[in-house]
């Protein structure tokens, strides 16, 4: 097992995770890099592990698939034999109206979005639970949410409620485990400048979103709080005369 910390950081091949994986790199964590494809994983593994010295495995994952997610879960234990953070961050986007949203749509934005995530979290648990017990910083779980999680917007009735289910989620485990060191926070974004908001027909300009950095600095900063601060929900939005608004 590596004296560095391990995190595990799902869709790392670009957006907000790649960013997210890059600050964890330059702070001195192993990583496991994942996402559909492999290619863009491989080109940030060889930098990250060139540029910061760290360790840094590659697993392609379909978070759609459960075996895949298990997969995904045992690649990472094996390689590092810890697990201090996990960064749940690979997530389907989609918007439409409520009266005629496919529930075939739903279903793979709750597989990718939220069951996903409970299953990887599960399967890692004991070794998260085992840097609760010995490590200042203990077991961090970082779920990358939505302000549309916070409240109901028009055109998010799926995506939104999926976010919902993860914040509450994130809640739950944290009572449940953060007496053993054990923290989940949802880290609720507004829009971002991603390929996920590049095309978004809407009222939010380009110019206006959040950036990557700010998003990826405020998780990453929570990797760094000790273990005896609890932070459930981080809500990140932008200026302007509405606090409550993707
Ligand atoms: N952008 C925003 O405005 C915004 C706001 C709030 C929250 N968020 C959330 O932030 C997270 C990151 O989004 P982003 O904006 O950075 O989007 P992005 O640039 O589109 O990146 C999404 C990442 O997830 C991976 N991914 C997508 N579907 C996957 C699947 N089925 N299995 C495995 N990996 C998958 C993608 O890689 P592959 O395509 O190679 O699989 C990619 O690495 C998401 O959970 C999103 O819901 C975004």
Redesign the pocket.
Known sequence: MSANPAALV?????????EIARRLAVEGHDLTV????RE??DALAAELESEHGVKVVVAP????STD?VHALAEAHATAHGRTDVIV??????AIGAFADFPVRRLEKLFA??VR?AYVLTQDLLPQLREAGRSTHHGGKVLA?????GVVGEPLNSA?GAT?AALISWCEAVTTEESAAGVIATAV??????????EH?PGEVAWED??P?DD?AEAVVSLTRLSRRTVVPQLVLTRPGRHLWR?
């Open positions: 799902t869709g790392a091949s670009r957006g907000i995770g790649r994942s996402a559909r494809g863009p994983l994952t379909d978070m759609s895949d749940l961050n690979a997530g389907m986007g990718i979005n996903s990358i949410a939505s302000t549309t995506y976010k609720c974004p507004g829009y971002v400048q991603t390929a996920m908001t978004l979103m959040l990557v998003v993707a």
